[in-house]
């Protein structure tokens, strides 16, 4: 868990360096460290309960770090445009959202039957 919170702090500090224009190549590992610290924090701590649903969101949330790690790649692939790689932090992102809503959404609806 503390592998995944600490790889998302990266991930928004590393797409938060460009978006403001500071001048530096240091975002691309700051970034990918992240990545490859929520890929694995995700893989290393499956949903060991009881539901279904929430297991198979918990299987989602690996694949926003699958994302953050596509956007990685694409940050230092020299055959991608220079926004390529928000298209996927972006989707990952998404996921993220949708899943930070829904698992506790889901428990509680479970827990009041």
Do not use: N
């Amino acid at each position: 868990m503390l592998a995944t919170v600490a790889g998302l702090i990266l991930v928004m500090a590393g797409t938060a360096i460009p978006l403001l224009q500071l001048h530096s190549e240091i975002y691309k590992y700051i970034f990918s460290v992240g990545a490859i610290l929520v890929v694995v924090g995700r893989l290393f701590m499956p949903y060991t309960g009881s539901s279904l649903r929430i297991k198979r969101l918990c299987r989602l949330e690996v694949w926003s770090g699958l994302f953050f790690c596509a956007a990685a790649f694409f940050m230092f692939w020299h055959g991608a445009g220079p926004t390529d790689w928000i298209a996927f932090t972006l989707a990952g992102a998404a996921i993220q959202i949708y899943t930070s809503i829904m698992i506790p959404r889901t428990r509680s609806k479970e827990q009041g039957k």
